[in-house]
């Protein structure tokens, strides 16, 4: 929640209080009833959607960093088995064609490549041991590709749940303004001959703007001597 949702739903929140002060103002089946109640509605669907876009945003995060973790273990085992094969073209003509890694390789690019040298490495598997490579290295190599994908998931989902929830977030706020907007006729009609009250409607109505800090002003420059 940023300091403009916040504002907002510190100000629905002394709406609902000025309306719960003044309940016995505004009977069952009146206006004003119905509208507090929209106002209360949209504080609890702000909360609830504000919770799940920290949620989202929080596993977002943390699914980018796992991901960074294992793109870095996925290229570092395509690496070694390009460098390998380089070696190996001296015995078997073309490996490192079959095995050169793209110059640049986005996360699309490199699950490409990593499946393919999975698929085409089988068929040198004792010739990339001979060379010292790890008996597993193919199974690492899938491993890590299943642990780049399970990444990539995890943050796509939590950066989905962020932007859903940040849209139901302005619906709430925009219900719960309209509801504020229309209250506002109705206070102020209801409250015309009651000026401490229509002040009170102010004061909680009222959004308190973000402070601004201010830029630092330097300092002039002494007069040369």
């Known amino acids: 929640m940023d300091d403009k949702e916040r504002s907002c739903n510190e100000m629905f929140q002394r709406v609902e209080d ?9 009977p069952a089946g009146s206006l004003g009833l119905e509208l507090f109640a929209l106002v209360s509605a949209a504080i609890a669907d702000f909360d609830k959607h504000s ?9 977002s995060r943390r699914g980018t960093a796992t991901k960074d973790a294992a793109r870095t273990a996925l290229r570092e085992d395509l690496e070694e088995i390009s460098r390998t094969a380089r070696a190996m ?28 040298f999975a698929t085409d490495a089988v068929a040198f598997k004792e010739a990339f041991i001979r ?36 849209v139901a977030v302005d619906t709430a706020r925009e219900q719960g303004m309209n509801a504020v907007r229309r209250l506002d006729a109705v206070v102020r009609n209801k409250y015309r001959n009651d000026p401490e009250t229509l002040a009170a409607w102010e004061r909680a109505r009222h959004i308190e703007r973000a402070k601004r800090s201010k830029k630092s002003t330097p300092a002039p420059t002494p007069p040369k001597p």
């Open 18 to 26: 000025f309306g719960t002060t003044r309940k016995a103002d505004f």
């Open 51 to 59: 919770s799940a876009q920290s949620s989202g945003a929080s596993d």
């Open 89 to 116: 073209a001296f015995e078997i003509e073309g490996l490192d064609v079959k095995f050169r890694l793209p110059r640049y390789l986005n996360d699309q690019k490199l699950l490409e490549t990593a499946r393919a």
């Open 131 to 166: 060379y010292e490579m790890a008996a597993d290295f193919l199974e690492d190599l899938a491993a890590d590709v299943a642990d780049f994908e399970a990444a990539s998931q995890s943050q796509n989902l939590g950066t989905e749940n962020q932007v859903t929830a940040g």
